[in-house]
């Protein structure tokens, strides 16, 4: 992990970083914000931990616990609303056990994450899997898409420690 | 072969979902095997290009032989070997595949600026954009003209911020220049988080140099030496894109240190966003590339005097900047021709929602509604009919179909109670509930409030709860008067433009849909047939046919009958997920 962070440490000192970009790299190279990740940092820079939770709490894109290994990103934004995304993310939510109040299964085999508008709008509604967009969605292609998803080979999202 | 050709492929986000990559590798394969790239490599190219804005169609081709272009839609790549053996080879095009119905409409009514050249060259290739060109303005700038000037011919097209307020960019531009301070900052406002707006996306993925020269000449006339682009991070591909053409421009000496040979320095740096609708704001997004929580501070002092770092700093929107090189290289005039008197030059425009023909087009200010809705976009899907038009986003309002003959353009919009916005325009129509509506935008700016300011914060929750209890049943009365003041309120006394304008979309919803917020109150009713809790389903016996093809797709198990018999729904049971409604062939499904 050391060696990870040592070269996310290196590129900020780099490029003029700041923390956020220090933060979305631990979350891309470790798929969350690792405690233990979070807290080397924090003392390599003497920066308080709690600057960096303060940024994490803020912003929608970091997650402070692991994401599942299949990660399924549905549009909420306006125009996937106006064309009936609420019932395809309540169908997603129901076919893969998401706990309420929650966005991953708790075998972390899959997350359903939520977002504001992914600027496909006029192939609405849209559905991201493993970061394949899928346009013009219909109940039924997703249901297709569930289905290869639990069969199919495991799709890596990203490396895991 | 002689034959010069060159096919170029939709790779935009659109294009790439509907399998434009695999589309691209196809004609590669086709005519590597057919030995015409080996012979004839300089004649016949495979190009990407960005998004023509008519993403439905996807995925989009044009074959052009010796200079005559055919334009397919949907295109698969088990179709590609046909065009190339029919069309290529032969020379006759796959008529069935070409692009009908409406698509030379939807590009011919258009005034295309910024879209022209998005979807005609290669984003990826700083060449294709120099040899349309591309970096003339950046040189006639920096080799013939001063910032003094620079600032005057921008302010004399009349060029208007196309972020949202709509601030003369010129003007802008101008107050930083006033302040003395060796560090400036130039930044572009690339975060577009409007739900249901994509024409920033569309301009940085299918012309990113526009972007680049623009920020080039703003920045020589502020006096800016650094740049940042504040790109949000949900747009994978436009980042890509636009950090190969930064590479690429400092490469063929468009960025860096001594551009051109003038002495002058510019470089840009692009941040991600995280996620968060408020750092659109000015000076929440300068916190956020400060690497800080996105929280705006009270104005003034204004950006242009203390902005990024405390240095004065000039915010520009995406389309903004990408502007400015075609007013530099055309002249101010010709801009200024474009529009109407207070609000100049064309304005791209994302139609989404129930339109036949979805997308982003490109019109002059000006243009009345009507003509967008109906000539571009071809009218309302499914045969319905039109309700209304939400323009501006979460911020902005619905424009309903009694004024649907508005003009598009700053000045008249804000009349009828809604906003440009960034741009984007969702159509709606009579199956949709305008309740609902505002509730969605409520949600989203509920969530979104960053909580600094109270009445942003806990004013939009009391809204959003009023709205949540008159769509599900539970609606009292006084309730709409309470909206109103409430609504009042939080305009008046928010921090920052998302408070703001969070109400907008309620106040324009009441103040033309009344009627339907009182059915909601007064008569448990939604008249739309959306709100769930004021519905149930049951099925017409009559008409039934007993196919059970309802009982199949109910997922809660709420329809019961014998094979060719009709059936029944059990209310107690019924989820009221209209999944029988929809299925049913013989319309025996009642909703109300
Ligand atoms: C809550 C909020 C969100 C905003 N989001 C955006 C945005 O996503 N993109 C944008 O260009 N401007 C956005 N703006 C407007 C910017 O604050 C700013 O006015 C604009 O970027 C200035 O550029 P312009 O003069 O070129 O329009 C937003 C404003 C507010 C209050
Ligand atoms: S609203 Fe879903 S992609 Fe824009």
Redesign the interface.
């Known amino acids: 992990m050391e060696d990870k962070l040592t070269a996310i440490l290196t590129r900020y000192r780099e490029?003029?970083?700041?923390?956020?970009?220090i933060?979305?790299d631990i979350e891309h190279e470790f798929g969350y914000l690792r405690e233990d990740a979070i807290n080397w940092v924090s003392e390599q820079l003497d920066v308080p931990a709690s600057k960096f939770y303060?940024?994490a709490t803020?912003?929608?894109?970091?997650h402070l616990k692991p994401k599942g290994k299949n990660v399924i990103t549905a549009c909420?934004?306006?125009?996937c609303?106006?064309?009936g995304s609420e019932?395809l993310i309540?169908?997603l939510v129901?076919e893969l056990n998401i706990p309420d109040g929650d966005d991953t299964s708790e075998d972390l085999k899959y997350t359903v994450e939520k977002?504001?508008?992914?600027?496909?709008?006029?192939?609405?509604p849209?559905i991201i899997v493993n970061k394949?967009?899928?346009?013009?969605v219909t109940?039924d292609k997703l249901m297709k898409e569930i289905k290869t998803l639990k069969e199919g080979p495991k799709k890596e999202y990203t490396d895991y420690i | 072969m002689n034959k010069d050709v060159s096919i170029k492929v939709c790779m935009g986000?659109?294009g790439?979902?509907?399998g434009g990559g695999e589309v691209m590798a196809a004609f590669d394969r086709a005519l590597t095997q057919r030995g015409i790239q080996a012979s004839v490599e300089k004649h016949c190219s495979v190009h990407q290009v960005g998004c023509r804005g008519?993403?439905?169609r996807?995925v989009l081709v044009d074959v052009i032989v010796d200079g005559a272009k055919a334009t397919y839609e949907y295109i698969k790549p088990d179709m590609v070997e046909k065009i190339v053996s029919e069309h290529i080879v032969s020379g006759t095009p796959v008529a069935e595949w070409l692009v009908k119905d409406g698509y030379d409409d939807f590009h011919n009514k258009q005034v295309k600026v910024l879209l022209a050249d998005c979807g005609e060259l290669d984003p990826e290739d700083i060449n294709a954009y120099i040899n349309r060109k591309g970096y003339e303005a950046t040189r006639k700038v920096l080799t013939t003209m001063t910032p003094r000037e620079t600032i005057d011919e921008v302010k004399a097209s009349g060029l208007r911020g196309r972020g949202g307020a709509g601030f003369p960019t010129g003007v802008k531009w101008e107050s930083a220049t006033k302040v003395d301070e060796p560090i400036k900052y130039i930044i572009c406002n690339a975060d577009?988080?409007?739900?249901?707006?994509?024409m920033d996306?569309?301009i940085i993925e299918g012309n990113p140099h526009a972007l680049i020269e623009g920020m080039i000449i703003g920045a020589f006339a502020i006096g800016s030496h650094k740049g940042y682009v504040y790109i949000r991070?949900?747009?994978p591909l436009?980042v890509d894109r636009l950090r190969k053409a930064i590479v690429d421009a400092k490469a063929a000496g468009y960025l860096g240190e001594n551009i051109l040979g003038t002495g002058f320095d510019f470089d840009i740096?692009i941040?991600?966003?995280?996620?968060?609708?408020v750092c659109g704001e000015s000076t929440a997004l300068m916190r956020?590339?400060?690497?800080?929580?996105?929280m705006p501070r009270p104005t003034p002092p204004r950006s242009t005097e203390k902005g990024l770092y405390d240095k004065p700093t000039v915010l520009n929107n995406v389309e903004t900047l990408a502007n400015v090189p075609y007013i530099i290289r055309n002249g101010a005039a010709w801009f200024a021709a474009y529009g109407t008197e207070k609000s100049k030059g064309t304005k791209v425009v994302?139609?989404?929602?129930?339109i036949k023909n979805?997308?982003?087009i490109e019109i002059p200010m000006g243009v009345p509604l009507r003509q967008i809705v109906y000539d571009i976009g071809g009218g309302i899907e499914g045969g319905k009919r039109l309700k209304a038009v939400?323009s501006g986003?979460p911020s902005g309002g619905c424009i309903p179909v009694e004024l649907i003959d508005t003009p598009v353009d700053f000045e008249s919009l804000a009349k009828v109670g809604s906003i440009m916005g960034s741009g984007?325009m969702?159509v709606?129509d009579e199956t949709?509930c305008m309740v609902n509506?505002a509730k969605?935008?409520l949600k989203?700016t509920e969530s979104e409030s960053?909580g600094k300011c109270i009445p942003c914060r806990i004013g939009t929750k009391r809204l959003l709860e009023i709205l949540t209890r008159i769509t599900e049943g539970k609606g009292r009365e006084g309730d709409i008067e309470l909206l109103e003041s409430l609504s009042y309120d939080v305009m008046a006394s928010s921090l920052c433009g998302l408070g703001q304008s969070a109400p907008n979309p309620i106040m324009s919803t009441i103040r033309y849909y009344r009627d339907e917020y009182e059915a909601h109150i007064y008569e448990k009713r939604c008249p739309a047939g959306v709100c769930k809790d004021l519905l149930s389903y049951s099925i017409v016996e009559e008409f039934c046919k007993g196919c059970t093809a309802c009982s199949r797709v109910c997922?809660a198990g709420a329809i019961i009958g014998e094979k060719k018999k009709p059936h029944k729904i059990i209310q107690d049971m019924c989820i009221k997920?209209?999944?029988c409604f929809e299925t049913c062939k013989f319309k025996s499904i009642r909703k109300g």
């Open positions: 490029n003029e970083g700041n923390l956020i970009s933060m979305q303060g940024i803020f912003y929608a894109q970091f909420c934004g306006t125009a609303h106006v064309k019932r309540n169908s129901k977002v504001n508008c992914v600027g496909a709008c006029s192939i609405a849209v394949a967009v899928h346009g013009k109940p | 986000t659109g790439i979902a509907a008519f993403c439905a996807d577009e988080g409007d739900p249901g707006a994509f996306r569309a991070a949900e747009y436009a740096k941040n991600l966003g995280a996620g968060a609708f956020s590339i400060e690497g800080r929580r996105g994302a139609l989404t929602g129930k979805p997308g982003l939400q986003g984007g969702v709606l949709d509506v969605y935008f989203f960053c997922p997920c209209g999944a």
